[in-house]
């Protein structure tokens, strides 16, 4: 049963560190989004990449936050300095674009993020 | 970018059917209706999409309406591990295919 993986789970810290979030991607999938859920702004759509290449990573605070994929298996979400207003849950979700239809996001778990 | 509109919350019995309406009045011709769910401290998953007709899986029926400005998620037969928030969302192909996710319905099912 094929999944999307994220590490950690749960992440304290301190205000002004750096936080690197890791996904692993279903194996096969194309796309990657990364996701933020707060109680107060939903789920908001942070960056997407499509055969690795970013798509868009408007949502992203660019200061502060950075996304990458170094490659089809593993995408990383960074947060430096992270700051208490980034605590909140932070999904990936990936899928398989064929370009004509559109495709299933598979989400994982969520990494829990509490920046104090 | 379109918008859905859907109730906040809505209660339903276990083992009866369940109606969860959407509204989006400004879809385009090329935007997906998709509905993806979240249970309690998960991940959102897939339910089903439809463009045009209705659809049918082993989750939930989707219901269209004639001019695509509402739909309807139909969960025949409602158990407890059905209590999830739903989420109605437009996915328009013509743009970089994001999910713009709204506030969705908590749908509450009592035993």
């Known amino acids: 049963d094929a999944r999307v993986t994220q590490t950690p789970r749960h992440k304290v810290t301190e205000m002004g560190q750096e936080v690197t979030m890791r996904c692993q991607p279903i194996?096969?999938?194309?796309?990657v989004f990364w996701y933020r859920q707060t109680m107060m702004q939903g789920l908001e759509l942070l960056a997407y990449?499509?055969?690795?290449?970013?798509?868009?990573d408007s949502g992203m605070p660019k200061d502060r936050f950075s996304a990458e994929m170094p490659d089809a298996t593993l995408a990383t979400l960074k947060i430096q300095p992270s700051e208490p207003r980034d605590s909140a849950v932070y999904f990936c979700a990936s899928g398989l674009s064929s370009g004509r239809t559109p495709d299933t996001q598979y989400f994982g778990p969520g990494t829990r993020l509490t920046v104090l | 970018d379109a918008k859905t509109t859907q109730p906040n919350s809505m209660e339903s019995n276990e083992e009866e059917p369940v109606h969860l309406p959407c509204n989006h009045s400004?879809?385009?011709?090329?935007?997906?209706i998709h509905w993806y769910r979240q249970l309690p401290s998960q991940g959102p998953e897939y339910v089903i999409h439809g463009l045009t007709s209705n659809v049918n899986n082993r989750m939930a029926s989707l219901a269209i309406a004639e001019d695509r400005k509402s739909s309807t998620l139909i969960l025949h037969r409602a158990t407890l591990r059905d209590a999830a928030v739903y989420y109605c969302i437009l996915r328009d192909m013509d743009s970089n295919y994001q999910l713009i996710w709204g506030a969705g319905t908590k749908l509450i099912i009592k035993p």
């Open positions: 194996l096969g999938h194309n796309t």
């Open positions: 400004t879809i385009s011709g090329t935007d997906y």
């Open positions: 990449f499509r055969n690795r290449a970013p798509l868009d």
